[in-house]
């Protein structure tokens, strides 16, 4: 693993370009399109700044209200950047409430798409829109809620399941910073300190099963969008904005 996708955006750990796989249709994911990352409220003026350089025009914030609520918004409240609350879980407390009894993260990410179906489907349809030039999607570590999020748009857009879970597991090299920062958050601390040794991992052996598990149970991504009420013709859309015709040199 390298650092080659990390976009360099002052408060985060986490900000990475999306672009660059392959499809299975012979083009890519185009770069500089769409961004994942961990909580925006930590970043600077000059991350800000930065943002603006990307050509960011749409934030899609995968957090709880009551997430959002605790920590704020920091110098990105009241920006120029539009903003998007598409909450996967309705609220942080709400994640005990539901889950999958084991503790297999897989399991817990298909949870993830019954608890939080509005919030794909929404982040889909903003996600697809031709106007955009740039969108950054995130959660609070940018690693489960987003890191489904992301495996479903590449999923879509064609990326094979083994690309998508090495970029699920790139988020390891930056797990020890964003659990730091983690454990001293009001809402996100006491969980950080009680968390199991298993969850400080970032396995792609955990989307491989995820993955799998989608297209037994539901057919794949596409399909599950398609049954969740993603609107006709989006993820052609999508492709059509995120998909070179043919892969760079």
Known sequence: ?????????DGTFNFRDLGGYRSSGGGEVVRGAVYRSDALHHVSPDGVAALRRLGVDLIIDLRSPDEIAQVGRGALAGGAIE???????PTLTGEAQGVPPSDDMADRYLWYL???????????????????????????????????????????????????AADYELTGLALDSILDRLARDPIHGEAIANMAPERRVVSGEVMR????????????????????????????QLRSRLLSSSPSP
Not at 1 to 9: L, Y
Not at 83 to 89: D, F, K, Q
Not at 150 to 158: D, F, N, P, R, Y
Request: charged share 20%; glycine share 12%.
């Open 1 to 9: 693993m390298n650092r080659e996708r990390w976009v360099a955006v």
């Open 83 to 89: 903003y998007l609350n598409a909450p996967v879980i």
């Open 114 to 164: 019954d608890v939080g179906r509005e919030a794909f489907v929404t982040a889909f349809g903003a996600l697809a829109d031709s106007d955009r030039t740039a969108v950054v999607f995130h959660c609070a570590a940018g690693k489960d809620r987003t890191g489904v999020l992301a495996a479903m748009i590449l999923s879509v857009l064609g990326v094979d399941d083994e690309d998508i």
């Open 209 to 236: 099963r995820f993955l799998g598990r989608l297209g037994d149970v539901h057919g794949g991504a596409a399909a599950w969008l398609h049954d969740a009420g993603v609107a006709p013709g989006t993820l052609q």
